[in-house]
Structures are given as structure tokens and as C-alpha cells.
């Protein structure tokens, strides 16, 4: 299966100088046929070029459009699923300070913080 053939900017740029450039009568098909493009292909380059300026035109992506309001919302239920899973790692580690208290205190170890001495 034919891939296809896509151009960076710094291509797009050259071929369309050298077709800025082509004065004589058949040199810009001479020039298509040579770098093996349509047209069509000069006309939309030259189109971007022209109507938002040469460095963000001609390095637009193909494929569809990020929607930034789906992004965030996306974003944000993962960062409140992220958030329920910490408050439930929160609620075992309360649960087992809670029983190491009460181990303590039933096998009369101190518990302010210091490690108590055997006596």
C-alpha cells in the first residue's frame, strides 16, 4: 500500500520559492513534475502562506481537531478519580494508626513519639 507523502514546512517553503521564482512559460510544471506534486498542492501552500503568515500555516497537522473543553473534562475526572483513591488510602492508613495506638497502649508501650526504654 502507497504511503503517503507529506512535506515538513522548510520543503513547502523551498518548493514555493522556486515557484515564486519560475518566470519562463512550462518552468512550473517542469518544477511539479520534478518534485512530484499537483497543483493543487502550490495553490494550498500559497493560500496558508498568505492568510495567517508562513511559520504556523504550512505546519498544520492533519487529523482531527483536540476539542480543549473534552481535554479539561477529561483531565478533571481523572484528577477526582485520583483524589477518591487517595481519600481511600487515607481512610486504611487512620485505621491502622488507630490500631497500632491501641496495641501500644495495651502493651504498654509509650506513645508520644520516643521509643520507650525496656525496663
Known sequence: MAKRRTFSK??????????????????????LR???????????????????????????????KTDSASVQERRVLELEKQVQCLQAKLVKADLIIDVQKKLSILLGLSTDGTPSEPK
Open 34 to 64: 520534478q518534485e512530484g506534486i499537483y497543483s493543487s498542492h502550490l495553490a494550498t501552500w500559497r493560500k496558508q502562506r498568505q492568510s495567517s503568515g508562513e511559520t504556523e500555516a504550512l505546519a498544520r497537522k492533519r487529523g482531527p
Open 10 to 31: 522548510a520543503e513547502k517553503l523551498r518548493i514555493l520559492a522556486a515557484a515564486d521564482a519560475c518566470v519562463a512559460p512550462g518552468e512550473i510544471g517542469a518544477l
